[in-house]
């Protein structure tokens, strides 16, 4: 344990180096957050497919409970129940187009975790930053429960509880807790829990805060406490549902799953659920009594309660809906709260997007019309008058506007068709579109994951990191 502790005293310093400009001293919040005797008794994970590049590289890091899939290197890092994922890196011989460029990818691209610790986070590739296209990194940063590191390469960061940072490069930053950032590139910024910011800067600016007061309920971080509130409990109660999951080498489901449709080896689906075609539940994602309609997907750390999908819906990461109705192609961004009740259900009208980090928390039966762009804080029908506007309004907008405590800068119609595109990429890289034949995606690829399974020292001044360990993919023996 003791060179463990080596590694994460090594990290802490590396951060507030970065963040000394914000005067913040990380160790004061984390330092009692870390379960070390937890870290020796989980096993990492790795997945194996011919679809996904295979090229892992552990250097005196503790991965523990965390699953890796495509090509990663990872060095004096902490991993702690994280998901890595790495099925759309780009390849050597492929092109990015950015402002009219058409730039070539010279080699493989490689995720890179340096120096770093990473609490239940889910970082996923799919990056946009033209100036390092070989190389996802992540390096001298702090990402804690249920944050969302997404297409964005981050440097001297502290990301907060349950918040997101989104095809953003990130230096030397706070991302308060719950907080949403999609804003291209930001260094030296302290940004308040809360902060829901989704900006282009040539052509719109959208910018929500959620009152203190309310957010303290649902998320509430202090220094050298677990967070706390009702986000918390929500994954709290059902954490041992996985269990039994994680003590099996292989799993089996009594769900039917029709061709085109794929669970995760460490998904949890239960109860009265329906899967339909071109589905995708991803690794550790919670289904149960639900209906999954044709090409809707559950992202990671989604949950999915006492729901209908009626097809093509997209719940990204760390998204949760129970007791609603969603129409076809409605979009939850990530991390947001959709909480009817069995006599209060709520119905969202097709395809509409509710905005990231949306809190709907009802106290009453509330229904969203079709084509509606949803955000911030609703809890009665009233509530949508402020916190909600149609699409074909939002298109008219051309220099800005103010909803409730929403202020929008810029024209609506990039926004919405920003998003819309973003809404089509996803699902046709989920492979919502299927055929049989074309537009194979992650649901097709993702179907015969091959699972290998690492441990660490069990005792000594080791105890709790992994060997060093290179794992690269079979060359086929040459005849002279």
Same mark, same amino acid.
């Given at each position: 344990m003791k060179e463990l502790q080596k590694v994460i005293n090594r990290i802490i310093e590396r951060v507030n180096v970065n963040l000394r400009e914000l005067d913040i001293d990380v160790n004061s919040y984390i330092g009692e957050i870390i379960p070390l005797n937890q870290l020796v008794k989980f096993y990492g994970f790795y997945g194996i497919t011919p679809h996904h590049p295979l090229d892992f590289d552990f250097r005196y890091s503790n991965l523990a409970g965390s699953c890796f899939l495509g090509k990663c290197s990872v060095n004096n890092s902490v991993i702690y129940k994280s998901d890595i994922r790495g099925d759309e890196l780009k390849k050597r011989g492929e092109y990015f187009e950015y402002n009219g460029y058409k730039i070539p990818i010279n080699d493989d691209e490689i995720i890179k975790i340096i120096d770093s610790l990473l609490v239940k986070t889910l970082v996923h590739n799919y990056s946009h930053d033209p100036e390092n296209l070989e190389e996802f990194l992540i390096k001298n940063s702090i990402s804690l429960h249920y944050a969302n590191i997404h297409g964005s390469k981050i440097e001297g960061c502290f990301v907060l509880p349950f918040s997101t940072i989104d095809l953003t490069t990130g230096h030397d930053c706070i991302i308060g807790a719950f907080s949403y950032i999609q804003a291209e590139e930001i260094e030296h910024l302290d940004i308040k829990d809360g902060t829901v910011w989704v900006r282009n800067k040539d052509d719109f600016n959208f910018?929500?805060?959620?009152?203190?007061?309310?957010?303290?309920?649902?998320?509430?971080?202090?220094?050298?406490?677990?967070?706390?509130?009702?986000?918390?409990?929500?994954?709290?109660?059902?954490?041992?549902?996985?269990?039994?999951?994680?003590?099996? +080498?292989?799993?089996? $489901?009594? %769900?039917?799953?029709?061709?085109?449709?794929? @669970?995760?080896?460490?998904?949890? =689906?239960? !109860?009265?659920?329906?899967?339909?075609?071109?589905?995708?539940?991803?690794?550790?994602?919670?289904?149960?009594?639900?209906?999954?309609?044709?090409?809707?997907?559950?992202?990671?750390?989604?949950?999915?309660?006492?729901?209908?999908?009626?097809?093509?819906?997209?719940?990204?990461?760390?998204?949760?809906?129970?007791?609603?109705?969603?129409?076809?192609?409605?979009?939850?961004?990530?991390?947001?709260?959709?909480?009817?009740?069995?006599?209060?259900?709520?119905?969202?009208?097709?395809?509409?997007? +509710?905005?990231?980090? $949306?809190? %709907?928390?009802?106290?009453?039966?509330?229904? @969203?019309?079709?084509?509606?762009? =949803?955000? !911030?804080?609703?809890?009665?029908?009233?509530?949508?008058?402020?916190?909600?506007?149609?699409?074909?309004?939002?298109?008219?907008?051309?220099?800005?506007?103010?909803?409730?405590?929403?202020?929008?800068?810029?024209?609506?119609?990039?926004?919405?068709?920003?998003?819309?595109?973003?809404?089509?990429?996803?699902?046709?890289?989920?492979?919502?579109?299927?055929?049989?034949?074309?537009?194979?995606?992650h649901a097709q690829n993702n179907q015969n994951i091959s699972f290998n399974i690492i441990q660490p020292y069990p005792e000594g001044e080791l105890e709790g990191l992994y060997p060093t360990i290179n794992i690269k993919p079979l060359m086929p023996i040459q005849n002279n």
């Open positions: 910018f929500y805060r959620f009152n203190e007061g309310i957010l303290k309920k649902y998320i509430n971080f202090e220094p050298n406490k677990r967070p706390q509130g009702i986000f918390m409990d929500f994954v709290e109660e059902r954490k041992l549902d996985f269990e039994h999951i994680y003590d099996k +080498v292989k799993s089996k $489901t009594d %769900i039917n799953i029709p061709y085109g449709a794929s @669970i995760d080896r460490y998904a949890l =689906v239960k !109860g009265n659920t329906r899967i339909s075609e071109n589905v995708l539940v991803a690794q550790r994602a919670y289904i149960q009594d639900s209906i999954m309609g044709k090409g809707a997907n559950a992202q990671e750390h989604c949950y999915i309660i006492n729901s209908c999908l009626e097809g093509y819906n997209v719940t990204a990461h760390g998204g949760k809906v129970i007791n609603s109705m969603l129409g076809q192609k409605v979009f939850v961004g990530f991390n947001s709260f959709l909480r009817g009740k069995p006599d209060a259900v709520l119905t969202i009208g097709e395809e509409s997007i +509710v905005m990231p980090h $949306t809190i %709907i928390d009802l106290e009453e039966k509330v229904d @969203i019309p079709k084509r509606h762009i =949803v955000w !911030g804080y609703i809890k009665n029908q009233k509530d949508i008058e402020s916190n909600s506007a149609s699409i074909d309004n939002f298109l008219k907008i051309k220099e800005g506007a103010i909803y409730g405590n929403l202020i929008f800068k810029g024209n609506g119609e990039y926004f919405v068709r920003a998003f819309q595109n973003r809404i089509e990429h996803i699902l046709e890289a989920n492979g919502a579109y299927f055929d049989g034949n074309r537009n194979r995606g």
